[in-house]
């Protein structure tokens, strides 16, 4: 189906400061792919918001041309200023969007902390994916109940985690689909647009921080060093997912 199938007469008025004829294009096709996404799958589809760069672009996209898709932000209890305040920005710049915050489970929390220590996740691999399993993995389960498919702002360049990703693929471990919009897009496509658009994003990215989780688990990292090095940052790459996104 074209394009011009899913985009209203006025639909480029988000667009009109992108100059670069290449990222129109690119923009545009994201935009497809989300009209594709919300006309397949309805109230079945929620995008998982981590309020990362790649994110602040789909959130703007979304606001824009979708804004019934539903989507969700896990708040850990432990991530930085600096994302809480963009949280507030998005719901107050954009009020029609329909932006759910999804918590750890107090009791499961405190339980956690209580026997392994609030900063346990230090201490080993096991204990670290544990903590994400408390604060991450359950919320994410109740924030994709019920839902045939979600979006995210995954990226094959992102870390060597993620360089077999497809725009659309199964996912078996949440059994529902998971769709990247901007699965072959690079970070300098992203920041090109996100700056041509004028969106709002968080800031400890102009801090060198291209990758932003939790507070205690996420530094800046030097310039030309992986994007990923700076989450989890005793650990081996390979290891550097928190069970979000399982292949």
Same mark, same amino acid.
């Given at each position: 189906?074209?394009?011009?199938? #899913?985009?209203?007469?006025?639909?480029?008025?988000?667009?009109?400061?992108?100059?670069?004829?290449?990222?129109?294009?690119?923009?545009?096709?994201?935009?497809?792919?989300?009209?594709?996404?919300?006309?397949?799958?309805?109230?079945?589809?929620? #995008?998982?918001?981590?309020?990362?760069?790649?994110?602040?672009?789909?959130?703007?996209?979304?606001?824009?041309?979708?804004?019934?898709?539903?989507?969700?932000?896990?708040?850990?209890?432990?991530?930085?200023?600096?994302?809480?305040?963009?949280?507030?920005?998005?719901?107050?710049?954009?009020?029609?969007?329909?932006?759910?915050? *999804?918590?750890?489970?107090?009791?499961?929390?405190?339980?956690?902390?209580?026997?392994?220590?609030?900063?346990? #996740? *230090?201490?080993?691999?096991?204990?670290?994916?544990?903590?994400?399993?408390?604060?991450?993995?359950?919320?994410?389960?109740?924030?994709?109940?019920?839902?045939?498919?979600?979006?995210?702002?995954?990226?094959?360049?992102?870390?060597?985690?993620?360089?077999?990703?497809?725009?659309?693929?199964?996912?078996?471990?949440?059994?529902?689909?998971?769709?990247?919009?901007? #699965?072959?897009?690079?970070?300098?496509?992203?920041?090109?647009?996100?700056?041509?658009?004028?969106?709002? *994003?968080?800031?400890?990215?102009?801090?060198?921080?291209?990758?932003?989780?939790?507070?205690?688990?996420?530094?800046?990292?030097?310039?030309?060093?992986?994007?990923?090095?700076?989450?989890?940052?005793?650990?081996?790459?390979?290891?550097?997912?928190?069970?979000?996104?399982?292949?």
């Amino acid at each position: 189906m074209s394009l011009d199938a #899913f985009l209203e007469p006025d639909a480029g008025d988000l667009l009109d400061g992108v100059t670069d004829a290449a990222l129109k294009q690119k923009l545009l096709a994201v935009v497809e792919r989300l009209q594709q996404a919300a006309a397949e799958y309805g109230e079945g589809l929620t #995008f998982a918001n981590s309020l990362g760069a790649e994110d602040a672009l789909l959130t703007g996209l979304i606001a824009e041309y979708q804004p019934d898709i539903q989507q969700f932000v896990l708040d850990t209890g432990r991530l930085p200023e600096e994302t809480l305040t963009l949280l507030d920005r998005v719901r107050q710049k954009w009020p029609q969007l329909r932006l759910q915050a *999804y918590y750890p489970d107090a009791a499961a929390l405190q339980s956690w902390v209580t026997e392994q220590g609030v900063n346990a #996740f *230090y201490r080993s691999q096991e204990l670290r994916k544990a903590c994400c399993g408390v604060r991450k993995l359950e919320p994410l389960k109740r924030a994709l109940a019920g839902r045939a498919a979600w979006i995210t702002g995954l990226r094959r360049e992102q870390s060597v985690t993620r360089d077999q990703l497809q725009y659309s693929e199964r996912d078996e471990a949440n059994g529902l689909q998971k769709i990247s919009p901007l #699965f072959d897009w690079s970070e300098a496509e992203v920041w090109e647009a996100i700056h041509a658009l004028k969106l709002p *994003y968080n800031r400890l990215h102009d801090q060198d921080y291209p990758s932003i989780g939790c507070a205690p688990c996420t530094r800046a990292v030097n310039p030309g060093d992986d994007p990923r090095s700076g989450r989890w940052w005793w650990e081996n790459p390979e290891t550097r997912e928190c069970g979000l996104h399982q292949r």
